[in-house]
T-cell receptor, first 109, second 118 residues
Framework: RKEVEQDPGPFNVPEGATVAFNCTYS??????FFWYRQDCRKEPKLLMS???SGNEDGRFTAQLNRASQYISLLIRDSKLSDSATYLC??????????FGTGTRLQVFP | GAVVSQHPSRVICKSGTSVKIECRSL??????MFWYRQFPKQSLMLMAT?????????EQGVEKDKFLINHASLTLSTLTVTSAHPEDSSFYIC??????????????FGSGTRLTVV
């Protein structure tokens, strides 16, 4: 089983739509969780950390379910500029990051 | 904010030659840096953890004699791909850890190096 698993997509959604991504992780001892965004041929950039209580940043909401070992990202009112690959990232050994393969999102007009 | 500079951004080299990639933290000191590799349509795979002043820690399956890492100062880590072969062609990205601050882990990524071995 992969340490971090994501549906690769692609998710093709119209502008204004709400889209949700899920991610599962295998190491129950993981403590830190993140969503990164990666544009084509670019480095990943932190979108948001994921806290146990869930957190929201504008149109983006992240949730963590420790019991089921999954993380979710919800994007509301999708914009064309949201088109990218979204990487689920989990820490390992306190300082190592393990990346999922990413979920590709394509927002169309 | 924390900035990590990575050079070169793109390099093409002949098979059998060596290529050095630099990763610098510009406005903070990084005792730990990480090197990743990403093949097309695949995830970033951690190759090694670079520790200032000591030997790097390599992930399973990564050849330490092929991917030489040097972390000589708190702001610079280098990855040298020795005797490169076409299968080493990939996107190499470094990440520096500015430490846990303001409730967040500070992992900042370099812009990546696209290596093509011909």
């Amino acid at each position: 089983r992969k340490e971090v698993e994501q549906d690769p997509g692609p998710f093709n959604v119209p502008e204004g739509a709400t889209v949700a991504f899920n991610c599962t992780y295998s190491n129950s001892a993981s403590q830190s969780f993140f969503w990164y965004r990666q544009d084509c041929r670019k480095e990943p950039k932190l979108l948001m950390s994921v806290y146990s209580s869930g957190n929201e940043d504008g149109r983006f909401t992240a949730q963590l379910n420790r019991a089921s070992q999954y993380i979710s990202l919800l994007i509301r009112d999708s914009k064309l500029s949201d088109s990218a690959t979204y990487l689920c990232v989990v820490n390992k050994d306190t300082d190592k990051l393990i990346f999922g393969t990413g979920t590709r999102l394509q927002v169309f007009p | 904010g924390a900035v990590v500079s990575q050079h070169p951004s793109r390099v093409i080299c002949k098979s059998g030659t060596s290529v050095k990639i630099e990763c610098r933290s510009l406005d903070f000191q990084a005792t730990t840096m990480f090197w990743y590799r990403q093949f097309p349509k695949q995830s970033l795979m951690l190759m090694a953890t670079s520790n200032e002043g000591s030997k790097a820690t390599y992930e399973q399956g990564v050849e330490k004699d092929k991917f030489l890492i040097n972390h000589a100062s708190l702001t610079l880590s280098t990855l040298t791909v020795t005797s490169a072969h076409p299968e080493d062609s990939s996107f190499y990205i470094c990440s520096a850890d500015r430490g846990y601050k303001d409730g967040d882990y500070g992992y900042t990524f370099g812009s990546g190096t696209r290596l093509t071995v011909v």
